[in-house]
Nanobody, 114 residues
Framework: QVQLVESGGGLVQAGGSLRLSCAAS????????MGWYRQAPGKQRELVAV???????NYSDSVKGRFTISRDNAKNTVYLQMNSLKPEDTAVYVC????????WGQGTQVTVSS
């Protein structure tokens, strides 16, 4: 089955930056869509960013202008560059990929402190 492995999470202070990686088994060009969700205690799961095979991208309003999703097909990896981080960005960030079914990564913790 498809494997998605996230990395790059950690603890950073407000205003800092972090880059998350999602490495996939096999070619990511075979996926229609890849992206990132985040889940924080007491909050709804939020779709943060999406990148499609057309390279079209979409972002939630809460991160637009601060986060950038990108991909490197040669490395079979999708990235989420997070800048100007805020404490409210604290969450578990989960990578997903869609072909004809959805595949999920294990998640990586991002904690932003003041």
């Amino acid at each position: 089955q498809v494997q998605l492995v996230e990395s790059g999470g950690g603890l950073v202070q407000a205003g800092g930056s972090l880059r998350l990686s999602c490495a996939a088994s096999g070619s990511i060009s075979s996926f229609n869509t890849m992206g990132w969700y985040r889940q924080a205690p007491g909050k709804q799961r939020e779709l943060v960013a999406v990148i499609r095979s057309s390279s079209n991208t979409n972002y939630s309003d809460s991160v637009k202008g601060r986060f950038t999703i990108s991909r490197d097909n040669a490395k079979n990896t999708v990235y989420l560059q997070m800048n100007s981080l805020k404490p409210e960005d604290t969450a578990v960030y989960v990578c997903y990929a869609l072909r004809n079914v959805v595949y999920w990564g294990q998640g990586t913790q991002v904690t932003v402190s003041s």
